[in-house]
């Protein structure tokens, strides 16, 4: 090979590598001494073989360790709380609470990701996917063979997290979109503790 081309290709390579490590370098960072975190999100839930599309909007609040809340606003509003032992999906409209343990629930998940303090390579196969669209992407396959998740891709803007798409097994994909990350900001203790109201039905999952 002609020394010019090895030496273009060299410098590709090492390039390259840079990007990689770099984005790699913006999960860690986003995650580095992280305690609270709040955000608006859009979402799309996307059935992959009917191509049918829901789309909902709210708000997310996470308090590590192992707290965190999802607030569905719309026609039909529910939210979703973990406070750090049981996992509460509250459905208000019809008075009806499902109940589940976190520790299983959560493990090899997103929600695992943030809230939890975790060793990414033991839980995750990480693979950088470089810059696309002036955003740095990671793919994270989780190594729990039971996982209800193919894979998730996480977009980053720096060290603010922007985009995140996750992979079922049951052919879903769905994608969020966050906006007005506030990070380590006090947040009300109330938002990770659930009481079911009087009335409500209960199931455990």
Do not use: C
């Not at 984005?23 to 996307?46: K, P």
């Not at 009917?50 to 192992?66: A, C, H």
């Not at 996750?166 to 994909?173: H, I």
């Amino acid at each position: 090979m002609h020394k010019t081309r090895r030496l273009a290709l060299l410098i590709l390579l090492l390039f390259s590598g840079a990007l990689m490590a770099d984005v790699r370098q913006q999960l860690e960072h986003f995650l580095d001494d992280l305690h609270t975190l709040s955000a608006r999100f859009s979402q799309e839930l996307i059935n992959t073989e009917t191509d049918q599309i829901n789309r909902s909007q709210g708000m997310f609040y996470l308090s590590r360790p192992d707290r965190f809340r999802w607030v569905y606003q719309g026609e039909y509003p529910r939210y979703i709380i973990a406070d750090g032992k049981t996992v509460w999906l509250v459905e208000e409209d019809i008075e009806q609470v499902s109940q589940r343990s976190q520790k299983s629930t959560l493990e090899g998940t997103p929600a695992s990701l943030f809230a939890s303090e975790l060793n990414l390579d033991r839980d995750f196969e990480i693979k950088d996917l470089g810059q696309r669209l002036g955003l740095g992407w990671l793919k994270l396959i989780p190594k729990k063979a039971d996982s209800q998740f193919e894979q998730i891709l996480l977009a980053f803007d720096g060290d603010r997290l922007v985009r995140m798409e996750m992979a079922d097994r049951f052919g879903q994909v769905t994608r969020f979109e966050f906006f007005d990350l506030q990070r380590n900001l006090p947040l009300d203790e109330s938002l990770f503790t659930f009481v079911p109201p009087p009335g409500y039905d209960i199931l455990d999952q």
